[in-house]
């Protein structure tokens, strides 16, 4: 919701004014969505009064805990949405910072959502999140779409019709079920899947997991090579750490840091330092996974050596 009123002795036509909201691990998504409709409400008000032209502040703060990064795409990319559709009635859109921390996240997501050149839009396919949001940028919910399929087609009356038993047998049940050819043309057979066996669905669960594990090679997603092969010598390994922590050092991650993912957790039996990471804080969506890994080896040095990550 937003609302506009005149800007009086302030050197603009119009002042509009909006709420953003409260933000909570638990709540992602709804914050998500609330922060994306506030700078829509702004934006639609803006073309509905006749104007051409927005400076529009950052409407997370810290005081209601939104995390910058991840506000800062969800501004941009409803931005972005809102201009594919009013292009033709807006000239310029001003995204207006008050920190230092908040002007260097803009000034590397914007190149991402508005591309200035080929190079740009090559970088802007890698690094962009994968869910960019619906046609008006917000998050996309696939528990909550509607499944509609098209009415069947005259399947009954083709010669390639293959027949089915008029009865299918529950797994483990000893029950059938009657098989309704009219019913069943109309039912998603994603949703009818939960007919299968339930051990081994967890099964067929596990085998994924595990090939996805064995397939991902992080070390190389963050170009540093094959880590997967054989052990490092201690000067190798030397080297290596010290090539994170250079370029982790050259770097503003305040923004990880804000995020709250990793702290110190006390000692194990061995007396070795722990750190954790909250998985509920670590959003794959919004986060820049090679950044997060420099800062865990910025974060590490402040730990005594021969720490555990849990």
């Known amino acids: 919701m937003a609302k506009m009123t005149n800007a009086y002795d302030l050197p603009a036509r119009k002042v509009i004014h909006t709420v953003g909201p409260k933000y909570a691990v638990k709540y992602h998504t709804a914050a998500e969505s609330a922060l994306s409709h506030c700078y829509r409400s702004c934006l639609e008000l803006l073309v509905e009064n006749g104007l051409e032209s927005i400076a529009m502040g950052c409407i997370y703060t810290e005081a209601k805990n939104y995390p910058r990064e991840p506000a800062a795409h969800v501004a941009i990319r409803t931005v972005r949405r809102f201009l594919e559709k009013q292009k033709d009635k807006i000239t310029a859109v001003v995204f207006c910072t008050i920190s230092s921390t908040d002007t260097e996240i803009y000034k590397r997501l914007l190149p991402l959502y508005f591309p200035r050149d080929k190079q740009e839009e090559e970088i802007a396919s890698l690094k962009l999140p994968a869910d960019v949001g619906d046609e008006n940028g917000e998050p996309i919910i696939d528990e909550r779409k ?14 390639y019709a293959v027949p089915v038993p008029a009865d ?5 049940s000893g029950l059938t079920r009657r098989r309704n050819s009219k019913l069943d043309s109309y039912l998603d057979p994603s949703f009818m899947s939960i007919i299968k066996d339930p051990d081994l669905r967890r099964k067929e669960q596990w ?3 595990a090939q996805a594990k064995k397939g991902f090679n992080f070390a190389k997603l963050l170009g540093f090579g094959d880590l997967g092969g054989p052990a490092l010598s201690a000067a190798e390994e030397y080297s290596l750490h010290q090539r994170y922590l250079a370029k982790a050092n050259s770097l503003n991650l305040s ?3 804000e995020m709250k993912i990793i702290y110190r957790g006390g000692v194990d039996s061995e007396g070795r330092p722990i750190m954790v990471v909250v998985g509920a804080h670590f959003l794959l969506r919004c986060l820049d996974l090679e950044r997060f890994i420099l800062y865990v080896v910025k974060y590490a040095v402040l730990c005594p050596q021969n720490a555990e990550v849990s």
Do not use: D, M
């Not at 509607?146 to 010669?159: G, H």
């Not at 299918?168 to 483990?172: D, K, N, V």
């Open 146 to 159: 509607i499944r509609i399929k098209t009415l069947p087609a005259e399947a009954a009356n083709s010669k």
């Open 168 to 172: 299918i047998p529950l797994s483990g």
């Open 207 to 209: 085998e994924k997991s």
């Open 255 to 257: 923004e990880i840091a």
